[in-house]
Nanobody, 124 residues
């Protein structure tokens, strides 16, 4: 059973920074692709960033490229999302997610384990 627990959300002013963390309870964390999604009120959930098993490959959505960075620490079973130059349109609930062991990190429809979400609110 996979369990994901996010932390680090909060209220920040535009231009500020936050770092989200997601702790995963899995047997071999390094075998799992990891991703961050977000869902704003009235909008569909969208992928923000994703990272392969051993951090050799990453994906960042165009809307966050150059501002957000995904990373992982396999020794700590944790994935991070460093967010900078935050904008009000980044306001959303952010979810950590993973798929099956060994699955491709950029197959976003295959992610089916989700954390409970953490709220990020950016004020103007």
């Amino acid at each position: 059973q996979v369990q994901l627990v996010e932390s680090g959300g909060g209220l920040v002013q535009a231009g500020g920074s936050l770092r989200l963390s997601c702790a995963a309870s899995v047997r071999t964390f390094s075998n799992y692709p990891m991703a961050w999604f977000r869902q704003a009120p009235g909008k569909e959930r969208e992928v923000v960033a994703a990272i392969s098993w051993r951090s050799s490959s990453t994906y960042h959505a165009d809307s966050v490229k150059g501002r957000f960075t995904i990373s992982r620490d396999n020794a700590k079973n944790t994935v991070y999302l460093q967010m900078g130059s935050l904008k009000p349109e980044d306001t959303a609930v952010y979810y950590c997610a993973t798929g099956n062991s060994g699955s491709y990190y950029a197959a976003f429809s295959a992610y089916h384990y989700w954390g409970q979400g953490t709220q990020v609110t950016v004020s103007s």
